[in-house]
């Protein structure tokens, strides 16, 4: 099932992969749609607000999980684009263990202080029980979100985008049954939702263990890989570490934002997060693309093609642009329609306030194509250490939005917030992103690991 990105027409071998990934994206923001539709729907929109009022704090825990696997499979990716098995292997197992470590660490951590966080968010009292039922659970299930995050981070490292997404696929399907199980049999409420959720995501992971067992023997460590390499573990802290910061460091500023949306009233609330459902779902293309582009470029740097490399990414971001532009027109004009999905039609208000998200979101698409590109692909080629900066750029154009205009402008400074970040991002990372593929241009690949340097 693995696949090797070295040879062949670069923008055919990024389509292939981004395919199935793309596909497995989509089931996982299914998750959290399922969720909001059912949710909001049965529980009302006080229930709805009350999950979207989390909706930037799970962005910032689960977002460091997520961009600490993906940072976890960049060494797999290169080191198998070498054709360095053993080296592939050890990664597998200390990343492993690094995973073992944080989800103990992050889930006390989480769970502690899950009030507080809430309290900070400046979360209304009438959704505050719900909001807290909710999270609580989320942050108790974060060993199997990091479970599946490593296991399909490293099974894309070596090509295989479709086993994720079959298992994904599966995990969907049983979180459409636990959602109506839990919430309307057994009545459970947010917390409900919740349990499907992460019941789904424990499902996918145990799978996808399974199969690398199984079959991915390139995977799978030898004892002679168990042995713990003090070269190993600050490999992959350098890769993880910072993307995790990146994704958690943005988040922040989304954190900034959802604070200052929720002191508007619940109607606010409601609006914008039945707007953010639509916004992930419609970002997952760019997610795919990115994550296609970076495994492309690890691969490739480890077999030291540096002028593929360049290839890959301008295709890439040419891509991504186009698809920019088209799902911009959809959410302009088809942001209301879409906002039924988990609004009722007589709640106009509400309704107006997601289509007014989505369309000033629709007309700075575009920008996530360069964004997510470059910035994955600069990951990709081992400068995660750069791309925290542009998290700081995006966090600070949240931040400087939400504290400085929303008191003037209100709702409309929200609707304008994202687009700010996006487009501060791109004026870093672009620009960096060719630095980077300069400098691995004219360097040899001296990659190694462990015992073996």
């Known amino acids: 099932m693995t696949k090797n990105m070295t040879e062949g027409r670069p923008l055919r071998l990024i389509l292939q992969f981004a395919l199935p990934l793309l596909m497995g994206n989509l089931m996982q923001q299914t998750y959290n749609i399922i969720d909001a539709a059912i949710v909001g729907r049965i529980l009302g ?45 050890a990664m597998v197992f200390h990343g492993a263990v690094l995973v073992i470590g944080l989800s103990v660490i992050l889930t006390a951590f989480c769970t502690w202080l899950c009030s507080d966080i809430l309290h900070i968010l400046s ?37 295989d985008s ?33 349990i499907a959720t992460v019941t789904a995501q424990a499902v996918s992971g145990f799978l996808c263990l399974i199969f690398i067992w199984k079959k991915v023997p390139v995977l799978k460590p030898v004892r002679e890989n168990c042995r713990l390499q003090g070269r190993n573990i ?87 642009i186009g698809y920019g532009v088209a799902i911009g027109l959809v959410l302009i004009f088809f942001g209301r329609t879409l906002s039924l999905l988990f609004v009722s039609a007589d709640a106009a208000k509400i309704l107006d306030a997601s289509a007014k998200y989505l369309r000033c979101l629709g007309y700075f698409y575009w920008c996530l ?30 931040i400087i939005v939400s504290c400085g205009f929303v008191g003037a402008y209100g709702y409309t400074a929200i609707c304008f917030a994202d687009q700010s970040a996006w487009l501060a991002g791109c004026f870093y990372i672009v620009p960096m992103c060719w630095i980077c593929v300069g400098k691995v241009s004219r360097r040899p690949n001296s990659a190694v690991c462990g015992r073996n340097a």
């Not at 825990?61 to 080296?87: E, K, M, N, Q, W």
């Not at 959704?127 to 989320?138: M, Q, S, T």
């Not at 086993?163 to 049954?177: E, H, K, R, W």
Request: hydrophobic share 50%; glycine share 14%.
């Open 45 to 89: 929109t006080n229930a709805l607000a009350a999950v979207g009022a989390t909706s930037s704090v799970q962005f910032l825990v689960l977002g460091f999980c997520i961009g600490t696997c993906t940072g976890f499979g960049i060494p797999v990716a290169t080191h198998f684009g070498a054709g360095r098995g053993d080296c592939v292997k």
């Open 123 to 159: 979360v209304p009292e009438d959704i505050f029980e719900n909001a807290y039922a909710y999270l609580l659970v989320i942050f108790l299930g974060l060993p199997f979100t990091l479970l599946y995050n490593f296991l399909s981070s490293i099974l894309r490292s070596v090509g």
């Open 162 to 194: 479709r086993t994720p997404f079959v298992f994904l696929t599966i995990s969907t399907i049983l979180n459409v049954g636990l959602d109506l199980f839990c919430i309307v049999i057994l009545g459970w409420g947010c917390a409900g939702a919740a």
């Open 234 to 320: 600050q490999e992959l802290v350098a890769m993880g570490v910072p993307m995790g910061l990146q994704f958690s460091i943005t988040a922040i500023g989304s954190m900034v934002m959802q604070s200052a949306n929720n002191g508007l009233g619940s109607i606010y609330v409601s609006g914008f997060t039945s707007g953010m459902k639509i916004k992930q779902f419609a970002m997952c293309p760019f997610d795919a693309l990115g994550s296609a582009v970076s495994v492309f470029c690890g691969q490739n740097l480890g077999a030291g093609k540096g002028r593929r490399i360049r290839q890959g990414i301008i295709e890439g971001m040419l891509l991504g």
């Open 369 to 398: 194509g360069l964004l997510n590109v470059c910035r994955m692909s600069t990951q990709g080629l081992g400068f995660s250490g750069r791309t925290i900066f542009a998290g700081v750029v995006e966090m600070l154009a949240r």
